[in-house]
């Protein structure tokens, strides 16, 4: 941006000295000092009094160097960006979601990011298994799934962005149905339909895990392979079933009942894998633990 005896002049300035600018640009302490001589000349004015060892800004060159400096702060800031939106410039960035919880924020964190950066997205939905598998082969950029399941995952970025609210739900004739909150005691008679280890193989493991530690053994009647078969099962009343209430839709036709006094948690994460090479997936996941952030 600037003229280069501009640069020698903020070096000398942050460097203390004409020998150590010098140093910095690999040339002579006499060149420095001629450039400089060169740069006061064009100004019309003095910017270092000479006369002690180390060279002291006069008035004029203090104010002069405050200039410089911010033009060349400014500079670098908006390079930044610009340098950024090329690099984004035609990505794809992949994104795989496992409920329909992302749903509720997702368009609205891409159709601001598409604001900014020149970006395109697609994204598709899976199991939080093979989130997992996706993520690590780099057939997504950005997944979303539980921290049990990231935290197992080599080369891989993630952040904990919500803790979800568990609930027990039912048909809407089942008894429990009309309770205000369940306690898990209320659960132990109770035939339980859950999702299998083919969803993931860590969730299936806390989720049974958690069964233990509020010390009961769930009569676990049916195993099936995703959300809308879990809801589907209820629904025919072949069993209640255990979910995070974000992932419960309103037309479901189910009813979704707090389960107090328990140990089955759900904590969502975002993730990515480090050695993606899109510039724009770093930023874009930066988008979403900000709303997280805000939303909290």
């Known amino acids: 941006m600037f003229k280069q005896y501009i640069y020698y002049f903020l070096s000398v300035v942050e460097e ?14 006499s060149a420095i ?6 740069l006061e000349s064009e100004l019309g004015f003095k910017l270092f009094d000479r ?29 930044q960006k610009i340098s950024e939106l090329a690099r984004c410039h035609q990505d794809e960035i992949v994104i795989g979601i496992t409920s329909s919880f992302e749903k509720t924020f997702i368009p609205k964190i891409i159709n601001d990011f598409k604001q900014k950066y020149p970006v395109s997205f697609n994204v598709k939905v899976v199991t939080l298994q093979e989130c997992s598998k996706q993520l690590q ?23 904990s962005i919500f803790t979800s609210h568990v609930c ?5 004739n089942h008894p429990l149905s009309k309770k205000q909150a369940v306690s898990i ?8 339909v859950v999702l299998s280890k083919k969803v993931g193989r860590h969730y299936y493991q806390d989720f049974m895990k958690a069964f233990e530690l509020d010390g009961i053994f769930p009569n676990v009647v049916k195993e099936v392979d995703n959300q809308n078969d879990l809801i589907l099962a209820i629904q025919l009343e072949e069993g209640i079933g255990l979910s995070a209430l974000e992932v419960i839709d309103q037309t479901d036709q189910v009813k979704a009942i707090p389960l107090k006094n328990t140990h089955h948690h759900a904590e969502y994460a975002v993730g990515y894998n ?14 979403i633990v900000k709303y997280f952030e805000d939303f909290k």
Not at 137 to 159: A, P, R, T, W
Not at 274 to 287: D, I, R
């Open 274 to 287: 480090q050695g993606n090479p899109k510039k724009a997936v770093s930023l874009f996941v930066s988008e």
């Open 137 to 159: 082969e780099n057939k997504l950029d950005i997944g979303f799934g539980l921290v049990n399941d990231f935290k197992f995952m080599d080369n891989l970025v993630y952040y």
């Open 168 to 172: 027990v739900v039912t048909s809407i």
């Open 185 to 192: 005691e209320d659960l132990k008679d109770e035939s339980i």
């Open 16 to 29: 203390g000295s004409f020998s150590a600018a010098a140093k910095k640009h690999y040339l002579s302490q």
């Open 51 to 79: 006369q002690n060892y180390v060279p002291k800004l006069t008035e004029e060159g203090k104010s002069y160097y405050s200039l410089c400096k911010q033009m060349n702060d400014f500079y670098q800031k908006e390079y």
């Open 33 to 38: 000092s001629q450039q400089i001589t060169k």
